[in-house]
């Protein structure tokens, strides 16, 4: 069956870059797109970014353009996100979610989640 | 950007009773809408797509209408089980928004 498994917890400082993994099992990684969403403690769902898993394209919310970077490797059927410069407000459960269709789509599947803390 | 407006915000109901949660989109956006159920603690799960669509696998009791700007969820008899929070979400394109939430209590 489809499963999305994400790397473990990170504790990070202020200014610091982190990247979380999402590794595809039950499917090949490129044949759906991935997005990226995170949730801050106690508050709603937030879209971070797109990736094709074909060609690599991705499109990320206005909010961390030049911040975030969202790549995959089909080699080992996993998508991953780099957010840099972090600062506390980043503190957030980050979600990988397939994308029911080859682009633009509803989530069909989603990784566990990935507690980034920043802090000092 | 189209803005994804839901309301109430949370909401107490009994159990047996209907339960109506709504969406508005700032600009059309056809049918590609989905509702997600997220319960505490855990990751969200999808219960219904392009508006009216319910996943495998979910409960008849939910479902979904609209199109265009305005979209409902409801519960037709709310369950114990229900108590959780609910997410609009638009998708047909970059970026993917989501409501606000509403959070389901039972009184």
Same mark, same amino acid.
């Given at each position: =069956? ?9 504790? +990070? +400082?202020?200014?610091?870059?982190? +990247?979380?993994?999402? +590794? ?87 990784? =566990? ?8 | ?13 009994? $159990?047996?009773?209907? $339960? ?15 509702? &997600? ?45 229900? $108590?959780?929070? &609910?997410?609009?979400?638009? &998708? ?16």
């Amino acid at each position: =069956q489809v499963q999305l498994v994400q790397s473990g917890a990170e504790v +990070k +400082k202020p200014g610091a870059s982190v +990247k979380v993994s999402c +590794k595809a099992s039950g499917y090949t990684l490129r044949t759906y797109a991935m997005d990226w969403v995170r949730q801050a403690p106690g508050q709603g769902l937030e879209w971070v970014g797109w990736l094709n898993t074909g060609n690599g394209n991705t499109e990320y919310s206005q909010k961390f353009q030049g911040r975030v970077n969202i790549t995959r490797d089909t080699s080992a059927n996993t998508a991953y996100m780099e957010l840099s410069s972090l600062r506390s407000e980043d503190t957030a459960v980050y979600y990988c979610a397939r994308v029911r269709a080859y682009s633009f789509g509803y989530f069909d599947s989603w990784g =566990q989640g990935t507690l980034v803390t920043v802090s000092s | 950007d189209i803005q994804m407006t839901q309301s109430p915000s949370s909401l107490s109901a009994s $159990v047996g009773d209907r $339960v109506t949660i709504t969406c508005r989109a700032s600009q059309g956006i056809n049918n590609y809408l989905a509702w &997600y159920q997220q319960k505490p603690g855990k990751v969200p799960k999808l219960l219904i797509y392009a508006a009216s669509t319910l996943q495998s696998g979910v409960p008849s009791r939910f479902s979904g209408s609209g199109s265009g700007t305005d979209f409902t969820f409801t519960i037709s008899s709310l369950q114990p089980e229900d $108590v959780a929070t &609910y997410f609009c979400q638009k &998708y047909n394109s970059a970026p993917a928004t989501f409501g606000q939430g509403t959070k389901v209590e039972i009184k």
